[in-house]
């Protein structure tokens, strides 16, 4: 069973956070999504949150197996939703059970490396045990304190998703999140590319229709895996957003998630014409909304940005 949040009602979009997260990372997405009538269900991934942890490594097979479960106790299939290590375990759940969902949206999604492929080989000498080698709960009340001051930061004050991300601070002070942490981690870098379970080799086996979301600004997950995805599955959209990068975001986390709302109110037909980026693939591309309203200077920007 995985612990949930949920906001909106409607045609139902299940949300997966990145590493080390949990589901009220998506309160921005949540939001919007309900505006748009749609009723967005973000998950605890097993191990993270208030979820609980399985006795077995924390595949992206692992992790999918309870979201399948969910989509599959819904009356309508929904459409999937991941951010990062999320997005990986959105592919899986789609490449398992395509019947299951109506949709995927990957965003920035950890994709298995093709380069440096033997270093990552040292990852499997990596023990999740180790978590208990670091004691950081001891130190549980002052990593609360730092995460409550990261969350207030200027920067992450209109991006839910970073403040998630600076309560991993805390989180990290529990010695199973720490141990689901690395084993997610290690699981994440011996993703094989290819071969039966590669996800290279099966990725062109997705039925339903698939959009990745990249940011141009992201350093952790650069666009050359946007080249690899056209190569593998050239019917894929690709949708490019210049404002974003793959964590602190700040106001410009409204252009993500507003980008997400209407791909997802559309995933079969999604609006623009794709341009040819200077990497090489077709993007469709979506304006920032942030610069748009500072030009504009519209009441929307004064809403979401306090008029700063």
């Known amino acids: 069973m995985l612990h949930r949040r949920e906001w909106g009602v409607g045609q139902p979009v299940i949300a997966m956070h990145p590493l080390g997260l949990d589901s009220s990372a998506f309160e921005g997405f949540g939001q919007v999504l309900a505006r748009r009538g749609m009723r967005t269900i973000a998950v605890d991934l097993p ?25 599959r106790s819904l009356p309508t299939p929904p459409l999937v939703l991941g951010v990062s290590m999320g997005g ?53 009340p002052v990593l609360r304190w730092l ?19 600076a309560r991993l601070v805390y989180y990290l002070s529990c010695p199973a999140t720490r141990a689901s942490f690395i084993s997610a981690a290690r699981e994440l870098a011996l993703d094989p590319p290819y071969g039966d379970q590669g996800l290279w080799t099966r990725l062109p086996r997705i039925s339903v229709p698939m ?28 949708l490019l957003l210049p404002c974003v990068g793959h964590w602190i975001n700040g106001a410009h986390h409204r252009c993500l998630a507003e980008a997400v709302a209407g791909i997802a109110m559309r995933v079969d037909a ?14 469709i591309t979506r ?13 929307l920007f004064e809403e979401h940005t306090g008029g700063a």
């Not at 995460?147 to 991300?165: F, S």
């Open 270 to 283: 999604v609006a623009g014409a794709p341009v040819e980026h200077p990497n090489g693939v077709r993007f």
């Open 287 to 299: 304006p920032c909304l942030v610069a748009a309203a500072r030009t504009a200077k519209s009441p």
């Open 47 to 71: 191990g993270f949150g208030r979820s609980l942890v399985p006795d077995q490594p924390l595949t992206p097979a692992t992790m999918a197996e309870p979201v399948i479960e969910l989509a």
């Open 147 to 165: 995460a409550r001051t990261l969350e207030r930061l200027p920067c992450l004050r209109e991006d839910e998703l970073a403040q998630a991300g």
């Open 88 to 140: 990986r375990v959105a592919l899986e759940a789609a490449l398992t059970a395509p019947d299951t969902f109506r949709g995927v949206i990957a965003i920035a999604p950890s994709l298995p490396w093709l380069r440096f492929r033997p270093l990552l080989g040292w990852a499997a000498f990596v023990d999740p045990r180790a978590a208990d080698w670091l004691p950081f709960e001891r130190a549980w």
């Open 211 to 238: 959009i990745m979301i990249w940011g141009e600004r992201d350093w952790l997950v650069p666009l050359r895996f946007s080249r690899a995805v056209e190569r593998a599955c050239p019917a894929a959209t690709q």
